[in-house]
């Protein structure tokens, strides 16, 4: 067998529209904050449901810029989730502040809104959810806490692009919301790119700005900004891959699905769940358990890719060595991060592919 983690072959059904939206750019001459920047922000705001959407370079650079947009800097805390990639905490240290890591809940991987509240202190500025694996966090329980203490919200959308919590699109909750647009997520482009979404008119205003170097007017600088703007060419690609989200979304969701029927009773293998009320578009398709080392060797023998995200939970990366935690501060983490693998899934992947893979699990537990 030869079945990838992830295979870009979905693209082909789109070359030629991929093609012509290539050659649209060169053809205009107009290479940065063009025409294809603001018409794909209204469509993504379209597609969202929201009043406002601003492009950026990639998704850790929305989260920085909305951080930044909300005030939030030096001396000020952000609670973020212990089980997530490293993004999300960076952001925070990007603006100065603090990431503070709260658990996830073990059934669902996504931050637990019973926890919020006790790592709350008075330093705290926001609370950034993050919609784990594709499965929608539980957003209506996080901004009551968030109103209740005053607290802002900013969403990690990148890995839950389509997905819903009672009915609303992840990403339009929190004041100001990041998403990426990596080639791996479920809308990618064919290069880095990210997106702030929001409702607050002020808050787009003030990331537009930040990203193009504290500038409204070419030359006139307000205030000190950056360069993280949205290329024109990945803006093309990303208006042709649009359209086609919510159906590759369903692709995704009955991988997910037949993966769940094959695998069930399948030794001490536990099967992602659906939080209640929120939906999941399975970024990524998330099993666990302890015999997760051997299993991905075991695959991998028989021409399987897995992937495991993420070996090295925040708190224990080098990187975080100064906040003085130590293995066994969370434990939840620690333990999806110790059993997590995940499964090969992309739009179009035969059935086959998905059977042989669940059958290679199966004959691996004995099953």
């Given at each position: 067998m030869n079945i990838p983690f992830l295979s870009f072959g979905f693209h082909e059904q789109i070359r030629e529209k991929l093609l012509e939206a290539s050659i649209r750019v060169i053809d205009s001459g107009w290479f940065v904050n063009g025409e294809e920047v603001s018409a794909f922000q209204n469509e993504w705001a379209d597609y969202l449901a929201c009043g406002h959407t601003v492009g950026t370079s990639?998704?850790?650079?929305?989260?920085?810029?909305?951080?930044?947009?909300?005030?939030?800097?030096?001396?000020?805390?952000?609670?973020?989730?212990?089980?997530?990639?490293?993004?999300?905490?960076?952001?925070?240290?990007?603006?100065?502040?603090?990431?503070?890591?709260?658990?996830?809940?073990?059934?669902?991987?996504?931050?637990?809104?019973?926890?919020?509240?006790?790592?709350?202190?008075?330093?705290?500025?926001?609370?950034?959810?993050?919609?784990?694996?594709?499965?929608?966090?539980?957003?209506?329980?996080?901004?009551?806490?968030?109103?209740?203490?005053?607290?802002?919200?900013?969403?990690?959308?990148?890995?839950?692009?389509?997905?819903?919590?009672?009915?609303?699109k992840t990403g339009t909750f929190g004041h100001c919301n990041g998403t990426s647009f990596y080639p791996g997520k479920n809308l990618g482009a064919l290069g880095d790119a990210g997106a702030v979404s929001t409702n607050d008119a002020e808050l787009a205003h003030k990331v537009k700005v930040l990203s193009n170097y504290g500038s409204q007017k070419k030359y006139y600088n307000e205030v000190i900004g950056h360069n993280n703007r949205l290329d024109e060419m990945q803006a093309a690609f990303l208006r042709v891959k649009l359209p086609h989200l919510d159906e590759w979304t369903a692709q995704r969701q009955a991988i997910a699905s037949a993966y769940r029927e094959w695998l069930n009773g399948a030794g001490d293998l536990v099967l992602p769940v659906t939080q209640v009320d929120s939906s999941h578009v399975y970024h990524l398709f998330v099993v666990r358990t302890k015999q997760r080392n051997a299993l991905a060797?075991?695959?991998?023998?028989?021409?399987?890719?897995?992937?495991?995200?993420?070996?090295?939970?925040?708190?224990?990366?080098?990187?975080?060595?100064?906040?003085?935690?130590?293995?066994?501060?969370?434990?939840?983490?620690?333990?999806i991060a110790d059993t997590a693998l995940s499964l090969p899934v992309w739009p179009g992947m035969p059935d086959a592919d998905v059977l042989s893979v669940a059958s290679s699990i199966k004959a691996f537990f004995n099953v």
């Open positions: 990639n998704g850790l650079d929305a989260l920085i810029l909305s951080l930044k947009a909300l005030g939030i800097g030096a001396g000020d805390e952000v609670i973020v989730p212990s089980n997530t990639y490293v993004a999300t905490a960076l952001a925070a240290t990007h603006v100065g502040a603090t990431p503070v890591f709260v658990e996830p809940k073990i059934e669902t991987y996504n931050i637990d809104p019973r926890r919020i509240e006790a790592a709350i202190t008075n330093k705290t500025k926001a609370i950034m959810p993050v919609h784990l694996y594709g499965q929608a966090a539980e957003m209506t329980a996080i901004m009551e806490i968030a109103e209740r203490h005053g607290l802002f919200v900013v969403e990690d959308n990148a890995q839950a692009q389509g997905a819903q919590h009672k009915g609303q060797q075991h695959l991998n023998e028989n021409g399987i890719g897995t992937l495991i995200h993420y070996p090295v939970p925040p708190h224990l990366q080098e990187c975080y060595q100064n906040l003085g935690y130590k293995r066994g501060d969370f434990p939840i983490a620690e333990e």
